[in-house]
């Protein structure tokens, strides 16, 4: 069994930056892959990022490329989604999700854990 633990998120203006991370207990996340999915008020969840085992290999939607870095610290089980240059519209709470298996990693149903999120918000 894993859990995952996201924090920082938080109040921001428009243009700003946050970075989200994502402990992990349980067990070790070294061969998960991992992602970032959040869900706007009245919508449904989207994938936003993420990443292969090894950090080498990361994927981003399209509305955050060039503003947001996922990465990961394995020897702290821990990833992280760096977001910058924010807008309202990156609203929503955010949810890191652990796959155990190989999979591309875009879709919910390839996440086997998720932690409970964290409130992120874009002032304008």
């Known amino acids: 069994q894993v859990t995952l633990v996201e924090s920082g998120g938080g109040l921001v203006q428009a243009g700003g930056s946050l970075r989200l991370s994502c402990a992990a207990s349980?067990?070790?996340?070294?061969?998960?892959?991992m992602g970032w999915f959040r869900q706007a008020p009245g919508k449904e969840r989207e994938f936003v990022s993420t990443i292969n085992y090894n950090g080498v290999n990361t994927y981003y939607t399209d509305s955050v490329k060039g503003r947001f870095t996922i990465s990961r610290d394995n020897a702290k089980n821990t990833v992280y989604l760096q977001m910058n240059s924010l807008k309202p519209e990156d609203t929503a709470v955010y949810y890191c999700a652990a796959a155990p298996t190989v999979v591309a990693g875009r879709r919910l149903n390839e996440y086997t854990y998720w932690g409970q999120g964290t409130q992120v918000t874009v002032s304008s």
């Open positions: 349980g067990r070790t996340l070294s061969s998960y892959r």
